[in-house]
T-cell receptor, first 117, second 110 residues
């Protein structure tokens, strides 16, 4: 099976702009989670989507949003970018089917490195 | 929320040495994974181990869920083992929220 793919891999934006990142999960996986990684805060959970519904959310402002489509692909959007939003954004997919061994195991994509100038 | 502590924060080893990395968590979990992050940022799955013991080559892991800790063992370390090792835990009650530890940065010298 193909792994988790994320596009674009690198992105440079300026303050005040908005950005949309895309994630395609492993075929058959229905859960997609998003994480932000920065040197100061480490890896932080943003949100999880399952069957097109947001199931859980981390402690991030409303500028961070996401959605999931019927084919399980997910996008996250950051509006009104700030310098502190510069980070590696990671997407993870998981089966979340209880009939699957290790149904909660997450598999990560290569990430999108966002730089805000 | 759940707190995750990893130790040691940094570790320098001579090639061929063994090491143990520890992950303590503050509440019951039903999901625990160990990852290795390579220099390009990719998180590589090492173990999915909410409980019990697993081995994969030179690596093994043990989780004692009742005592809220997990250990990752690296034997006969190689320079390619260098990188950051993360422990991630979570509870899938309703939603699915994973908390990462701060990581252990490992450097293996030739």
């Amino acid at each position: 099976k193909a792994g988790v793919t994320q596009t674009p891999r690198y992105l440079i934006k300026t303050r005040g702009q908005q950005v949309t990142l895309s994630c395609s999960p492993i075929s058959g996986h229905r859960s997609v989670s998003w994480y932000q990684q920065t040197p100061g805060q480490g890896l932080q959970f943003l949100f999880e989507y399952f069957s097109e519904t947001q199931r859980n959310k981390g402690n991030f402002p409303g500028r961070f949003s996401g959605r999931q489509f019927s084919n399980s692909r997910s996008e996250m959007n950051v509006s009104t970018l700030e310098l502190g939003d510069s980070a590696l954004y990671l997407c993870a997919s998981s089966p979340r089917e209880r009939t699957s061994g290790g149904y909660n195991e997450q598999f990560f994509g290569p990430g999108t490195r966002l730089t805000v100038l | 929320g759940i707190q995750v502590e990893q130790s040691p924060p940094d570790l320098i080893l001579q090639e061929g040495a063994n090491s143990t990395l520890r992950c303590n968590f503050s509440d019951s979990v039903n999901n625990l994974q160990w990852f290795h992050q390579n220099p390009w940022g990719q998180l590589i799955n090492l173990f999915y181990i909410p409980s019990g013991t697993k081995q994969n080559g030179r690596l093994s892991a043990t989780t004692v869920a009742t005592e809220r800790y997990s250990l990752l063992y690296i034997s006969s370390s190689q320079t390619t083992d260098s990188g950051v090792y993360f422990c991630a835990v979570g509870r899938s009650t309703g939603g699915f929220k994973t908390i990462f530890g701060a990581g252990t940065r490992l450097f293996v010298k030739a």
